[in-house]
């Protein structure tokens, strides 16, 4: 609670839109990484095709508000449209992908991933392949500091969402499931229809978040889709801390910061501009040794005091 | 009849390429149950480090000698640090050798910059012969000409000496091999060298083929070497050689008539074999560490 405080407090401070914009990004991001955490930390599941639903609804908006004009109506209607597809995408690919084990899911959802990717880049008419486009937002939404206000409370409304959802019946069995699914199936429940569940409310949240993003950047391209996104949530996800919501808000904030500072950096030292190699490694030695990630040796370390 | 006999051959050629990116990834899934994602990475290091010896010494046979060695010395290392820890883990081993991709991608983007770079075929193998109205490209059949070597190769490995047998064993059943008293630990070793020797094996001749290299060929050509594993079945040669010609093939053909479905016809095939039979036409991988 201190903390929303705090940071709805920040557009007082400063009124560098630089700042904000870098604030805003993290919330989307973290919106994005939390809903990989549904389903890597608390079903146990590891999908290489997250980014599509990001992809999807960032697309949506684009496309529906450039094509029908910059009103809230059409807003509104880009959203609707995103959460059917969204429903329907991540029920049909649940249920083709999630009957086979870990591994092949991995792979599955891997090309799918990859065939979305491909779609929109093929697809010129629409999407204008790699080059995107760009658009313009309702005019209520360009103030930055409204813009800004709105993302937190996004921010906050999904976490408190996701957090009764986790702590719901539902969520109780998804996290029996990543801890044993033998088990969690010899006790009657039917795993494929729980992981199902669990991809849709990851699916729905992060193409909310594609959204976000799409309002944001004001452009959309094929990077929206791309796998390299699946692999920042996943990385956001571990490092903070995979299985704790909160996790994927601080790897969220941790990488975007790095990103936009440490590429200033690059000018001292062209090391810089592959922190994402330090980041790499900073994810395979936590995946070893530290699994709990950052928020998980925080509590392991206040625990043994 | 001349562009079919074109595109068989140019399907047969990328096949085989893809059949030594997929060979390693199939034993070493098969037998120590590792998919390892950062095997496409593997493959692409050995493209980069056999193109870079052969701009500097012009010999194609070292820059091949040069990309098979980097790719098992990367894959030994890759086993004794990171491999090694997370036997029987499977989400970790996804997690992991994911990262070690990112961590070898942006390390070679490092390396030799994010820029395609051109790659000629070499003098020896370029050109063509042409029968007729039939132009045979000679790179590819040097490379269906290597891949059938290869092939045979790991298959008299596999089925002639002890060692062979003994990865066909662990692939069929890992702990029966363990309580007969053999180290398996060193087996797997030996395999993932080998089977990342094989994948820079694949880079170095993909090269030429393409004429190009860029930081993304490890991402695309591990996809399809991942359908690959899927159709022919983990752990089975001659499944992954089977696959590789087929998804070749089809994505040669389908790229003729259909640019934008080639990818997605070879998802579908594996989509349709995951569904009917997950462990492939010809897998013959065990359960237990799954």
Same mark, same amino acid.
């Given at each position: ?21 870098? &604030?805003?990004?993290?919330? %989307?991001l ?33 496309? %529906? ?7 809230? /109506? ?13 429903v ?11 009957r ?22 093929? &697809? ?8 995107g ?19 937190? %409370?996004?921010l906050v ?26 088990r969690a199936e ?11 569940? /669990? ?7 992060? /193409? ?11 452009f959309? /391209? ?14 956001m ?30 000018k ?8 994402y ?16 990630? %950052?928020?998980?040796t925080?509590?392991?370390? &206040?625990t043994?005091? | ?17 893809? !059949?030594?990116l ?6 070493? !899934? ?24 052969? !701009? ?32 029987? #883990? ?41 029968l ?7 790179? #590819? ?11 045979a ?6 089925? #002639?000496?002890?060692v ?23 087996? !797997?070793s ?9 994948a ?10 393409i ?59 594996m ?20």
């Open positions: 609670m201190v903390l929303v405080l705090i940071l709805a407090a920040i557009p007082l401070i400063t009124s560098s839109r630089t700042t904000l914009n870098l &604030w805003t990004e993290i919330y %989307i973290g919106v994005f990484a939390m809903s990989y955490d549904i389903l890597l930390g608390y079903t146990g599941i590891v999908s290489f095709g997250h980014a599509l639903f990001f992809g999807t609804g960032a697309y949506m908006t684009g496309i %529906i508000i450039k094509n029908t004009g910059p009103t809230l /109506s059409n807003l509104l209607l880009a959203v609707l449209g995103t959460l059917f597809l969204a329907v995408i991540s029920l049909i690919i649940g249920y083709l992908s999630l086979v084990k870990d591994v092949y899911y991995a792979m599955i959802t891997l090309a799918f991933a990859e065939l979305f990717f491909i779609s929109a880049e093929k &697809w010129r008419s629409i999407t204008n392949g790699a080059d486009f760009s658009f313009q937002v309702p005019s209520f939404l360009q103030n930055r500091v409204v813009f800004y206000y709105g993302i937190l %409370i996004f409304l999904v976490v408190l969402l996701l957090r009764r959802f986790i702590d719901s019946p539902v969520g109780r069995v998804l996290q029996a499931i990543r801890e044993n699914e033998k010899f006790l009657g429940y039917d795993v494929l229809k729980f992981k199902l569940i /669990s991809t849709v409310v990851a699916g729905v949240v992060a /193409s909310l978040a594609g959204i976000a993003w799409a309002l944001q950047q004001r959309v /391209s094929t990077g929206v889709m791309a796998v390299d996104k699946t692999i920042d949530a996943l990385l996800t571990t490092i903070g801390g995979t299985g704790t919501l909160y996790g994927a808000l601080i790897g969220s904030g941790l990488t975007t910061m790095a990103k936009n500072q440490l590429a200033g950096f690059a001292f030292n062209p090391i810089f501009e592959r922190w190699i330090i980041f790499g490694l900073l994810y395979i030695l936590i995946v070893l040794f530290f699994p709990g990630g %950052i928020i998980g925080w509590n392991r370390i &206040w043994k005091k | 009849m001349d562009i079919f006999m074109n595109l068989t051959l140019s399907g047969l050629s990328t096949g085989m390429m893809i !059949f030594l997929a060979s390693g990834l199939s034993l070493i !899934f098969g037998l120590m149950g590792v998919l390892n994602f950062a095997h496409g990475s593997i493959f692409m290091w050995g493209a980069y480090s056999g193109v870079w010896i052969y !701009f500097r010494t012009q010999s194609f046979t070292l820059a091949i000698l040069t990309g098979m060695m980097m790719g098992m010395a990367l894959g030994w290392l890759a086993e004794r640090t990171i491999i090694r820890r997370v036997y029987g #883990r499977p989400i970790d081993q996804i997690l992991i050798t994911t990262g070690l991709m990112l961590v070898l991608n942006e390390v070679l983007k490092a390396v030799f910059g994010p820029n395609i770079i051109a790659v000629p075929i070499p003098p020896l193998l370029a050109g063509s012969w042409e007729g109205r039939i132009i045979i490209v000679k790179y #590819r059949v040097f490379t269906i000409f290597v891949g059938l070597v290869v092939a190769a790991v298959h008299l490995i596999l089925t #002639r000496t002890r062979g047998m003994i990865v066909r064993a662990g692939v069929q059943n890992q702990e029966m091999v363990q309580v007969l008293g053999i180290n398996i630990r060193q087996v !797997f030996l395999v993932f060298m080998f089977g990342a020797g094989l820079a094996l694949g880079g170095v001749m993909m090269a030429p083929a004429g190009a290299i860029n930081p993304g060929m490890g991402l695309e050509n591990q996809m399809l070497a991942f359908i690959v594993v899927v159709i022919g079945g983990m752990g089975s040669i001659l499944g992954s050689a089977l696959a590789s010609v087929l998804v070749g093939l089809a994505g040669v053909y389908t790229a003729w008539f259909l640019p934008e479905a080639a990818l997605a016809v070879n998802v579908l095939f989509t349709v074999v995951l569904l009917i039979k997950p462990s492939g036409l010809f897998g013959m991988g065990g359960e237990q560490n799954r």
